[in-house]
Structure formats: C-alpha cells, structure tokens
C-alpha cells in the first residue's frame, strides 16, 4: 500500500515506517530485541516480554513523562 500523491507524505510515511519496523531496547533486559508484534504491543525476543507502547513506537512523549513522574513519587 503506501501512500500515493505527494513528496512530503511518502517522506513523513517512509520515516515512520523505519521507526516501526526497527529493532528497539528492551525496558526489562536491556537488549536491542524489541519487534512490534501488533497496534500498540510489543514483544522482546530475549526475554520474552510482552508490553504495551505506542503504535509505532514503543515509548511516547507522554508515557515517558508519565513514567518519569511516577518514579520521582
């Protein structure tokens, strides 16, 4: 699919797409072994941990201020 009209679109879409589909760190293990198993759930292949994120990523702005918050509590 993709999208269709437009350099800016098929730029903004490519870039998210890389985010995406990349490897990413693990928030238990630490390891780069994270893939997107589904809208919003990832997945660590080493550890087998299975967590909730973003759709595209699996840290936000804002969970990562939540989080931050939440610690210093």
Same mark, same amino acid.
């Given at each position: ?5 437009? @350099? ?11 985010? !995406?589909?990349?490897?990413?760190? %693990?928030?238990? %293990?630490?390891? @780069?072994? @994270?893939?997107? !198993? ?5 997945? %660590?292949?080493? %550890?087998?941990? $299975? ?8 840290? $936000?702005?804002?969970?990562?201020? $939540?989080?931050? $918050?939440?610690?210093?509590?």
């Amino acid at each position: 699919m993709g999208s269709r009209y437009g @350099v800016k679109i098929r730029k903004l879409e490519d870039s998210v797409l890389k985010i !995406k589909r990349a490897k990413h760190p %693990c928030p238990k %293990c630490g390891k @780069v072994n @994270v893939k997107r !198993k589904a809208k919003g759930l990832w997945h %660590c292949n080493s %550890c087998n941990a $299975t967590f909730t994120g973003g759709t595209y990523a699996p840290v $936000t702005q804002a969970g990562a201020a $939540t989080r931050k $918050t939440v610690s210093g509590i």
